[in-house]
């Protein structure tokens, strides 16, 4: 049986046309706090993950891709993948590497830094990005926070991607970051 | 006669919604958020949403009734 597709099954565009964006113009990193954001107002206010359950893009894609393509093995990730201190500890690690890119932007906002106009992917390998940034009326602080959170969208797709590939296609989800803070939002809701 | 269903280990349950989007049969819905819950009068056992699961936690359950 088919199930009928919504508009809302076609969200996983809006990942691709995130990172096309970003490309040519950096300043459309800021975009992806919608990403951040909206998953924390459903399971605030809501006490839901409708986000992760109907909205997210990047869920979507990696659905989607090992249908089109047969590109993922379909084999379980390993324990300690799915285990609840791997997700609590990768929720940590992406936190402080979100505060890094706020104390970044604060540096070049205070004057203390010049704008890095590069952008670095698995926190270790830089890649010069300067075409990006050519609307040169916005302030550079701002420019160096969409450097770096283009960066951890970026890094977190492909962290996504090889383990849509490695394992089964949502193995993400498991460990995401934003999936992880949206439960743990949900379960405290409803505790007791 | 036995009947088939799946049944979802909550701990483990990232509540992503993965399988209730797979299911022909719209016998999943995500708790508020907390973890799948399976309607096992909808459910037919078919085993899609088990191996869906990035979590690998539904098992399929086969429990004989006596009638
Ligand atoms: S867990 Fe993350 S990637 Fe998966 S649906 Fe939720 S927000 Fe999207
Ligand atoms: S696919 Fe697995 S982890 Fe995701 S909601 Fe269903 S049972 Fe939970
Ligand atoms: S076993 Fe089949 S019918 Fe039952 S919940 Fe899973 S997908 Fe739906």
Request: aromatic share 18%.
């Amino acid at each position: 049986m088919k199930k009928n597709k919504s508009w809302l099954d076609y969200l996983w565009l809006w990942t691709i046309i995130y990172f096309v964006l970003g490309f040519f113009n950096i300043l459309f990193a800021w975009l992806g706090m919608i990403d951040f954001i909206l998953p924390l107002l459903f399971a605030i206010f809501g006490g839901n993950k409708f986000f992760c359950n109907k909205l997210c893009g990047r869920g979507q894609l990696f659905s989607m891709l090992p249908k089109k393509f047969k590109c993922s093995t379909g084999k379980t990730a390993p324990g300690w993948l799915l285990s609840r201190y791997f997700k609590y500890g990768f929720l940590a690690f992406f936190m402080i590497m979100f505060m890094n890119i706020i104390y970044q932007s604060w540096l070049v906002f205070g004057g203390a830094k010049s704008l890095n106009e590069s952008i670095k992917l698995f926190w270790t390998f830089n890649i010069p990005f300067h075409w990006a940034y050519t609307a040169k009326n916005f302030p550079e602080w701002s420019a160096q926070f969409a450097f770096g959170f283009y960066s951890l969208m970026l890094t977190s797709a492909l962290i996504g991607l090889i383990v849509m590939m490695l394992y089964r296609p949502r193995t993400w989800c498991v460990f995401c970051p934003m999936g992880t803070m949206t439960q743990i939002i949900c379960r405290y809701k409803n505790r007791g | 006669m036995s009947k088939r269903f799946v049944r979802v280990n909550k701990n483990l349950c990232a509540s992503c919604g993965a399988c209730s989007k797979e299911c022909p049969r719209n016998a999943i819905n995500i708790f508020r958020g907390c973890y799948a819950a399976v309607d096992e009068k909808l459910c037919v056992g078919c085993g899609l949403c088990a191996r869906t699961c990035p979590a690998g936690c539904i098992e399929i359950i086969l429990v004989e009734e006596d009638s």
